[in-house]
């Protein structure tokens, strides 16, 4: 287990991704390795390595995993922010794969964040962003890589659109949203699980065209 481990933190994002599954099949060697496990973890990082063992924890080793969080030097991700915003909720969610909260909760805090109008109206205008915190928004998207194996975040979204040359047209059908329709029948027509392709969460709302994404 320990060579195993040893391979899955240092190894390429393809290497990490094929041994998954292996490490998920050992969760009772993980409960055996004790506190070594994450005696190499940076809570101020988005290693998606200790993002994955935490949620193998958490799905056959919950009361393990309990005593780990509760434990003085809890591997849980740092949040800060600069608006006194909680992002335990969202942490909990992604740590626990119910992306759809997640979701909803990162739609929350931008509105937050950007104010008591988007928070009134129910959504964030794009020249709202530029007043928004960047540690915070980085800290959102820490989260998301952290707890999808590195396939979801703004930033996984904005490398997606750079590869493409900035084309929308050519995005959406990349990362599984539709141009047209999605939105009357969101979120039933979204997929909510890790096998959703990458870039796909969170959901950036584009019903008033693609300034919002743009600006974050």
């Known amino acids: 287990i320990e060579e195993l481990l040893a391979n899955f933190s ?13 490490i998920e ?32 924890l958490n799905r056959h080793q919950h009361q393990y995993l309990l005593e780990v969080l509760a434990a003085e030097k809890s591997p849980a991700f740092s949040t800060p922010s600069s608006n006194g915003i909680d992002y335990e909720p969202l942490q909990k969610s992604l740590l626990e794969e119910r992306f759809e909260d997640a979701d909803r909760i990162t739609s ?18 794009f020249s709202e962003v530029a007043s928004i915190s960047g540690i915070d928004l980085v800290t959102m998207d820490r989260l998301w890589l952290a707890y999808s194996q590195g396939r979801f975040g703004f930033s996984i979204q904005a490398r997606l659109l750079h590869s493409l040359g900035g084309r929308y047209d050519r995005l959406w059908p990349r990362i599984g949203w539709k ?9 039933n027509a979204f997929s909510w699980n890790i096998s959703a392709p990458e870039g796909h969460m969170p959901l950036i709302n584009q019903l008033r065209g693609v300034r919002l994404m743009d600006a974050l």
């Open 108 to 125: 929350a805090n931008l509105r937050e964040l950007a104010g008591k109008s988007a928070v009134e109206r129910g959504y964030v205008y």
């Open 179 to 187: 141009e047209n329709g999605i939105w009357t029948r969101y979120p």
């Open 10 to 22: 240092s190894g390429s994002l393809r290497q990490k991704r094929r041994l998954v599954d292996e």
């Open 25 to 56: 099949s050992r969760s009772k060697d993980l409960v055996g390795f004790g506190a070594k496990l994450f005696e190499n973890f940076e809570p101020k990082s988005a290693d998606w390595s200790f993002g994955w063992i935490l949620q193998v």
